[in-house]
């Protein structure tokens, strides 16, 4: 069963870029039947689609965040990384990483997620 | 832009049927999933594409998509039940969440 696990700096000062790594276990990401996506959510507050990504390589963003996002994938460490520039106070959250089926178009399974503190 | 509204809350007696909404121009057009939250948790997927249940999402747990309304129904509803709901369709490449609601059972 495939399992999901983001890492990165729980701490990030304000104008910095936070980076974030999930790293996909039980599963490969080449396997070509998924996407590979990101979602945070606010304190309190409800979801919001990132970024996805396919093994090959190509990148679908949110329009809202688009200008400040960066999806990329590591298909020999079976991983891949977020990058949000220019953080500011509103970028704090809980980031989730997903899967996201070829099949389906459904997130299935997301990883336990990651709280992110902008602050100085 | 396109977007998604659901109730910010719903309260339901135990073993009552709750029904929660999703509301979007033409909504009944594209595919809606559900996804519940509990307190301290992530999310997790309780309907795909309008109407299916993932493996082990019990039967009582069904949606439906019509109009410009999806609707998620839990009948029998258990204290197990009560969570944040989301509602989640694609816009083209674009996923969008619905802003949630949170499912009271007493």
């Known amino acids: 069963q495939v399992q999901l696990q983001e890492s990165g700096p729980g701490l990030v000062k304000p104008s910095q870029t936070l980076s974030l790594t999930c790293t996909v276990s039980?599963?490969?990401?080449?396997?070509?039947?998924?996407?590979w996506s990101w979602i945070r959510q606010p304190p309190g507050k409800g979801l919001e689609y990132i970024a996805y990504?396919?093994?090959?390589?190509?990148?679908y963003y949110s329009p809202s965040l688009k200008s400040r996002v960066s999806i990329s994938v590591d298909t020999s460490r079976n991983e891949f990384s977020l990058t949000v520039r220019s953080v500011t106070f509103a970028d704090t959250a809980v980031y989730y990483c997903?899967?996201?089926?070829?099949?389906?178009?459904?997130?299935?399974?997301w990883g336990q997620g990651t709280l992110v503190t902008v602050s100085s | 832009s396109y977007e998604l509204t659901q109730p910010p809350s719903v309260s339901v007696s135990p073993g009552q049927t709750a029904s929660i909404t999703c509301s979007g121009d033409?909504?009944?057009?594209?595919?809606t999933f559900w996804y519940h939250q509990k307190p301290g948790q992530s999310p997790v997927l309780v309907i795909y594409q309008n109407n299916k249940r993932p493996s082990g999402i019990p039967e009582r747990i069904s949606g439906a998509n019509s109009g410009n309304t999806a609707t998620l129904t839990i009948s029998g509803t258990q204290t197990m039940d009560e969570a944040d709901y989301y509602c989640?369709?694609?816009?083209?490449?674009?996923?969008?969440f619905g802003g949630g609601t949170k499912l009271t059972v007493l």
């Open positions: 990504i396919y093994y090959s390589g190509s990148t």
């Open positions: 039980g599963d490969s990401i080449s396997s070509g039947d998924s996407y």
């Open positions: 989640q369709a694609w816009d083209g490449s674009t996923a969008l």
């Open positions: 997903a899967r996201v089926w070829s099949s389906s178009w459904a997130f299935d399974p």
């Open positions: 033409k909504l009944g057009n594209k595919y």
